[in-house]
């Protein structure tokens, strides 16, 4: 039997094991494991034996210090969220990007018939907001993060500067915890600001916070059950489940 895991510091709202146990995967098992610190990582996979892990809030940045290696594509993204064990060695990948790419593309091309986003504005700056800004770029949509401390992050703007922005097609997009059922539930967001599409990466409770006040305001929203799947099923194909 091979083991495989999901660890955060909460993970009460995530459908993760849900998706992966409805695959009935031979001779694999997934377990959500909370973890206060990594500290002890490596001696939890060893005793675990654990053939691979996903990685969540708040850790998809803390762990590259644990791993012997990183994909290109994560060492540029600077975010792990998937890890590989091969030979006892840790390698970490961002299967993040794709899956928020391709769903984003889905979006624009099927759903909103556009052929581009003139702007985007990503909340946070953690690890999940830096998958979404490679990504961005790899579509070439010019985009800002959005930080409660814009003065800690180059790039960044406060919340106040970025409400005042205003331009046509613009994309908004939660890569913060806010709205899940651990944190606070809203973002210093205000009107005059209409984006024209909402991408919440949380998806339980949906609709998020987030997304009933852009429906109120007219914009067009999803949340991020679509990337959560598309991940994971890539994180199969690194474990070799698929």
């Not at 890890?83 to 593309?105: K, M, W």
């Not at 919340?159 to 997009?173: A, C, G, N, R």
């Not at 913060?176 to 809203?186: C, D, E, Q, V, Y």
């Amino acid at each position: 039997m091979k083991h495989f895991a999901l660890i955060g510091t909460s993970l009460k709202h995530s459908y993760s094991k849900e998706y992966f146990d409805a695959q009935h995967f031979a001779d694999a098992d997934y377990t959500l494991c909370e973890m206060p610190s990594l500290d002890h990582l490596r001696r939890w996979v060893e005793e675990r034996q654990i053939s691979g892990f996903n990685v969540t809030f708040p850790f998809k940045q803390q762990v590259i210090k644990h791993l012997d290696a990183l994909s290109p594509e994560a060492e540029r993204i600077g975010a792990i969220n998937c890890v590989v064990i091969d030979e006892g060695r840790l390698i970490g990948h961002n299967t993040d990007a794709p899956a928020f790419q391709q769903t984003l593309l889905k979006i624009k091309n099927e759903e909103l018939r556009i052929k581009n986003f003139s702007q985007a504005y990503i909340l946070g700056t953690g690890g999940a907001a830096h998958a979404v800004a490679y990504a961005l770029e790899q579509l070439g949509i010019p985009y800002r993060f959005v930080s409660r401390h814009p003065e800690q992050h180059p790039n960044a703007l406060g919340y106040t500067d970025f409400t005042s922005h205003h331009s046509p097609l613009t994309l908004l997009i939660n890569a913060t915890p806010a709205g899940l059922p651990f944190t606070p539930p809203s973002l210093p967001i205000h009107s005059p600001f209409t984006p024209h599409y909402v991408y919440d990466l949380n998806y339980n409770p949906s609709p998020t916070p987030l997304m009933e006040w852009a429906s109120t305001m007219g914009a067009h929203t999803c949340d991020g059950l679509a990337m959560l799947h598309l991940q994971a099923e890539l994180s199969w194909h690194l474990w070799g489940l698929k």
